[in-house]
């Protein structure tokens, strides 16, 4: 395959030379030139499913770009999808800049390289994460299509025998009107191949866009509609054995002993063994393995077990939040102003742990070759997976080949600082030695159970007040486990103590408050934590959110006037808020036991507004009716991917506030599966409305801003509604 | 041996009793459309149709289905099919994708018994498959462009 693709080695030889000259000048930011060495495209994965046949490339003007012999455009994409429309996206930007017609452009995911596919926000390692997909790509995938476009114009101008600033691209055709010749880029590939790396590039101004703005259909919809994408749960290698693997029912236990006895009388079944973290059965199939793994008897050390549940952790963290703890921000002299406030008022709130629960649970497909190693999977740390299976192996990075595939969500989950999941997979394969590939199929229940979690936090808040009820001084104590320390994020992201991802919505809020002081205790425990959709926003935006609306009833202001008061110097903030305001009727009366509430939250550079209309239906029981969301995110580069990533992000956030939570027993992870681990159905699904604010900021992320605004939103809703003030996730009305 | 008929072909299947639908058709006749997600009829990821109506095939063993027809997302070519695939891809409705086969088979199922469900109508029946991704506001709006579609 690599063969059939890499066929004119003499011209791909020149280009590499050519192309390097000009790379490192001008346009090093996406390193034309340095194009893949060597084919590590996956035979099945995003762009490939379904038997495509895939055509022979004629010109690959840098890492991103391929022009094939069948006119076709394919766009290499850095970062996984995993739902938040990034092969989308990013092609969206390449076409734009080359004027490619949009049906002619296919998308395939990149292999492995932290130099080519670097995140520009975080390298060099590639990877996918903090809403940064697009942020980071906008220029470099413009460039890299403007590239290519000005390539393919020096090589008709050459033909033809023109000037280059008479010929115009629309829509893949390359056209000189005096002339009156036309091509299609597949023509031109090979004299484009020729031409120079341009020293510089012109992107489009804004008002030239004839793709970015408006609807681009996916590009993943038709494969993921019929079937046929690929998934990690679908590849099957030759001889490929399935893994499934008992874990430690508490976090710290370890394997005493097991009995595989009754293991090995399952039908299929081939090996048992021992791994760090649990025993894996393998067999030649799912069933077979589930049947053994149901057999395994395991013995466990419980004597370095974690055993508390969630009940004394949050008797401990209460404890906590009455100290002082590490500075997160401090501004003006909080402690005296609380001294001499007149009126003050505090609140505190909980938030349990929550699993990701991605639709297609943890899984990884590992092959072990004589000269490295390679994995299929939804790779979301590219990088870092690659080093820490590298070292696990005794291999060097670039021995670890990676076929990024789709990813069934992820919602941070495949983004393991620790590479759980992948080196578990990597050492069931190392403990058979690398005699077949092995497909690691975790269970719900091991998706569930196994960890990373959203870690429990505990918040309090204190508030001073003027005489006219604005806050004067503002203290803010949280408590939770970092999700940085001990990873490689750690030294970037931890400073004095913070996890800025634990205070992250907190130490930045954008309300006026003179004297303001949030600080953070990061108790150590064996629980693991990971980012979770929107991260430290996930629970700080509640505890603003619904506190500040706390203070506007105290001090008898309507809540969108009070916090209009407090955002000045904050446009975009206002421009959200204001927006979804309006659009929802704000202000027009509601019935008896109908509420309506608002919360502005800013997460990742994105601006979300959520205003919620909620019914009560009995004593305890509320539904949502209705979320009108406006959203500033810069350029709107998909709109419709947009409004995909509020509906969908805001849901995600609206099922932590309705019923998600994971709650520890005796070290033990008590929910199983969706029956006791809720998340949203259908029939809780409000009806949705979506505005973007038209902006020419630079784009930032739609993933997950929409996520943290609906909790507090609905909990201010609920107040009006039923006069009950929630300072729990998820929410409970009492009787 | 298990006799089904899987998108109009006759297997004879090698497996044991006990194994559930849903690892037949992934594991034995390598039909990966039908997804796993829970294992215990939570979800609707493993959505199929037996004899034309829409069942979870996670949970289901092979053993009670003998000499059923089944249909699978890869089998599908009626014109209420056809209809909601092309809803589903007008309106964009899928992100990750990971559960829409289901939502696919479940959607098809609801329109083979009801040609014009009311909003309660699609809620209920809609109400087994998860979408953690919630594309739900989608899937309700493609369910009635295919209703539409197929006046």
């Keep these: 395959m690599s063969q059939k693709k890499i066929e004119n080695v003499s011209r791909r030889e020149f280009l590499v030379k050519t192309m390097s000259v000009g790379a490192g000048l001008t346009l090093g930011v996406y390193l034309p030139g340095c194009s893949r060495e060597e084919d590590t495209r996956p035979e099945a994965g995003p762009g490939k499913a379904g038997g495509e046949v895939v055509a022979e490339s004629e010109f690959e003007p840098n890492a991103f770009i391929r022009i094939n012999s069948d006119n076709s455009v394919t766009v290499i994409i850095k970062h996984l999808e995993m739902g938040q429309g990034t092969h989308t996206g990013l092609a969206t930007l390449v076409a734009e800049e080359l004027d490619a017609a949009w049906s002619q452009i296919r998308v395939e995911a990149a292999p492995a390289n932290p130099i080519l596919y670097n995140n520009l926000f975080w390298g060099p390692m590639q990877g996918t994460g903090g809403s940064t997909a697009m942020a980071n790509s906008f220029e470099q995938m413009r460039k890299a299509g403007a590239a290519a476009r000005h390539m393919l114009v020096a090589a008709a101008a050459k033909k033809w025998d023109v000037a280059a600033d008479e010929i115009v691209v629309r829509d893949g055709v390359i056209h000189h009107q005096a002339s009156n010749k036309q091509a299609r880029f597949a023509e031109m590939a090979e004299l484009a191949a020729q031409q120079p790396i341009p020293q510089d590039v012109f992107l489009k101004d804004p008002q030239d866009f004839r793709l970015i703005g408006q609807h681009a259909p996916r590009k993943d919809s038709a494969n993921k509609v019929n079937g046929t994408a690929i998934f990690t749960q679908d590849i099957k290698l030759p001889g490929m054995l399935t893994a499934l693997v008992s874990h430690t029912p508490r976090f710290g236990a370890r394997v005493k002993s097991f009995d595989a006895s009754k293991v090995k009388a399952v039908k299929g079944v081939s090996d048992v063994i021992e791994i760090p973290g649990g025993v894996a059965v393998l067999a030649k199939d799912y069933w077979s393995a589930k049947k053994g793994r149901d057999a395994l008897r395991i013995d466990w050390d419980n004597s370095n077990a974690f055993k508390q549940g969630s009940d004394e952790l949050l008797a401990k963290y209460k404890t906590l939040a009455d100290k002082p703890g590490s500075v997160a921000r401090s501004d003006g002299d909080t402690k005296n102003a609380f001294q001499s406030a007149k009126q003050t008022i505090q609140a505190a709130f909980e938030f349990p742990f929550l699993a990701h629960a991605a639709m297609e649970p943890m899984n990884c497909v590992v092959q072990l070759n004589p000269d490295g190693c390679e994995l299929w999977y939804g790779a979301q740390t590219n990088t870092m997976d690659q080093i820490a299976v590298a070292k696990l192996l005794g291999l060097k990075p670039e021995q670890v080949k990676i076929n990024m595939l789709y990813a069934g969500g992820s919602f941070g989950r495949r983004a393991n600082p620790a590479s759980d999941y992948v080196l578990e997979a990597v050492s069931i394969a190392k403990a058979i030695n690398g005699v077949a590939p092995v497909k690691l199929v975790w269970t719900r229940e091991d998706d569930m159970q196994a960890g990373y979690y959203r870690p429990m936090y505990y918040h309090q808040l204190k508030a001073a007040l003027n005489d006219d009820g604005y806050p004067v001084a503002w203290q803010h104590r949280i408590v939770g486990q970092s999700i940085l320390a001990g990873t490689a994020f750690e030294s970037m992201l931890v400073k004095d103590g913070v996890d800025q991802t634990s205070v992250e919505g907190a130490s930045n809020i954008p309300y006026a408050i003179p004297n303001l002081q949030v600080e953070l205790h990061s108790p150590v425990l064996p629980v693991p934590v990971q980012w979770w959709r929107s991260v430290g926003s996930s629970h700080t935006a509640f505890a603003v959110e619904t506190f500040i609306d706390e203070l506007a009833v105290a001090a008898g202001r309507d809540p969108l006037e009070f916090r209009r008061a407090l955002l000045k110097g904050h446009p975009r903030h206002l421009g959200v808020m204001e927006l979804a305001a309006a659009k929802a009727g704000w202000g027009s009366p509601m019935a008896t036991g109908r509420g309506r509430g608002i919360a502005v939250h800013e997460s990742f550079n994105s601006y979300v507004a959520q205003v919620v209309e909620v019914t009560l239906h009995d004593n305890k029981s509320f539904s949502v009716d209705r979320v009108v969301i406006a959203v500033d995110c810069g350029i709107a580069v998909n709109p419709d991917v947009i409004r995909a990533q509020m509906e969908g992000g805001m849901g995600y956030g609206l099922a932590a506030a309705l019923s998600s939570k994971i709650t520890l027993i005796d070290g033990g992870v008590a929910q199983s599966n969706f029956h006791d681990y809720t998340v949203l159905r259908i029939d809780q699904m409000p009806a949705v409305e979506v505005h973007i604010v038209k902006s020419e900021q630079p784009p930032s992320g739609v993933g997950e801003p929409a996520t943290p605004v609906i909790a507090p939103a609905v909990a201010n809703a609920l107040y009006q509604a039923s006069g009950q003030r929630l300072y729990a996730l998820p929410l409970q009305l009492s009787a | ?151």
């Design chain 2, 1 to 151: 041996m298990i006799q089904l008929t899987v998108n109009g072909t006759q297997h004879k299947l090698d497996v044991e009793p006990d194994t559930p639908l849903l690892w037949a058709i992934r594991d034995t006749l390598g039909l990966t459309g039908t997804k796993y997600g829970c294992g215990m009829s939570l979800c609707g990821s493993c959505t199929v149709h037996v004899d034309g109506v829409a069942m979870r095939s996670c949970a289901l063993p092979v053993s009670a289905l003998n000499g059923k027809s089944i249909t699978t997302i890869e089998g599908l070519n009626s014109r209420t099919a056809r209809a909601v695939q092309s809803a589903w891809e007008k309106l964009d409705v899928v992100q990750c994708g990971y559960c829409q086969s289901g939502q696919i088979m479940s959607a098809i199922g609801l329109l083979e018994q009801n040609k014009s469900p009311s909003d309660e109508d699609i809620d209920g029946a809609m109400n087994g498959n998860i979408c953690r991704c919630n594309t739900y506001v989608r899937i309700r709006a493609a369910i009635k462009e295919a209703v539409r579609s197929l006046v």
